[in-house]
Nanobody
Framework: VQLQASGGGLVQAGGSLKLSCAAS????????MGWFRQAPGEEREFVAS???????YYAHSVKGRFTISRDNAKNTVYLQMNSLKPGDTAVYYC???????????????WGQGTQVTVSS
């Protein structure tokens, strides 16, 4: 299984980016897919997840600014990021499969990460 993330880059505060993560090796149409991020010196943190049924969860810090979506036909998950802030600067990792325990998403597979840098 491989998760290939793309779409990161450098953007000014207030700008937008759209991340994509294409999965290969198996289909995830009935599984969780999601995004995490890790800022320098910080622990990796949950950003958003989406289940095949349409159930979506967001971290409080990104709710209302980020939108997660998926295209099961393409085995791909997306993260539309609007109104970006310098605090959103991090390496963003896509994730797939696994499950949710006590409200926390524990992925089984991880992508390689894509850098998002937001300048002030």
């Amino acid at each position: 299984v491989q998760l290939q993330a793309s779409g990161g880059g450098l953007v000014q505060a207030g700008g937008s980016l759209k991340l994509s993560c294409a999965a290969s090796g198996r289909t995830f149409s009935s599984a969780y897919m999601g995004w995490f991020r890790q800022a320098p010196g910080e622990e990796r943190e949950f950003v958003a997840s989406i289940l095949w049924s349409g159930s979506i969860y967001y971290a409080h810090s990104v709710k209302g600014r980020f939108t997660i979506s998926r295209d099961n036909a393409k085995n791909t998950v997306y993260l539309q990021m609007n109104s970006l802030k310098p605090g959103d600067t991090a390496v963003y990792y896509c994730a797939a499969d696994g499950g949710v325990v006590s409200g926390t998403y524990y992925p089984r597979y991880w992508g390689q990460g894509t850098q998002v840098t937001v300048s002030s």
